[in-house]
Nanobody
Framework: QVQLVESGGGLVQAGGSLRLSCTTSRRTFSSYAIGWFRQAPGKERESVAVIGWDTGTTSYADSVKGRFTISRDNAKNTVYLQMNSLKYEDTAVYYC????????????WGRGTQVTVSS
């Protein structure tokens, strides 16, 4: 069982920045891909960014490219999502999730952290 805990959400003005963190109960995220997802009220959940823990390979949704950066800290077993130039439409509950790299489905999810961007 993998437990994930998100933190760092909050209220920020448009144009501002936040950094989200995702920590795990496991000793390491090795062999996992960690993704950040978000879900706004009345909308479907969407993938925001993904990072392969072992390789550091990243990918981003088009809507956040150039503004968000996903990264990892091996020593802290933590994945970060640095969010800059935030827009009102970035308002959502943000979740981190983990999947083994040879699977397609994210099996483990955190409870989420609210990000609210005021216009």
């Amino acid at each position: 069982q993998v437990q994930l805990v998100e933190s760092g959400g909050g209220l920020v003005q448009a144009g501002g920045s936040l950094r989200l963190s995702c920590t795990t109960s496991r000793r390491t995220f090795s062999s996992y891909a960690i993704g950040w997802f978000r879900q706004a009220p009345g909308k479907e959940r969407e993938s925001v960014a993904v990072i392969g823990w072992d390789t550091g390979t990243t990918s981003y949704a088009d809507s956040v490219k150039g503004r968000f950066t996903i990264s990892r800290d091996n020593a802290k077993n933590t994945v970060y999502l640095q969010m800059n130039s935030l827009k009102y439409e970035d308002t959502a509950v943000y979740y981190c999730a983990a999947r083994l790299i040879w699977t397609r489905e994210y099996a483990y999810w955190g409870r989420g952290t609210q990000v609210t961007v005021s216009s």
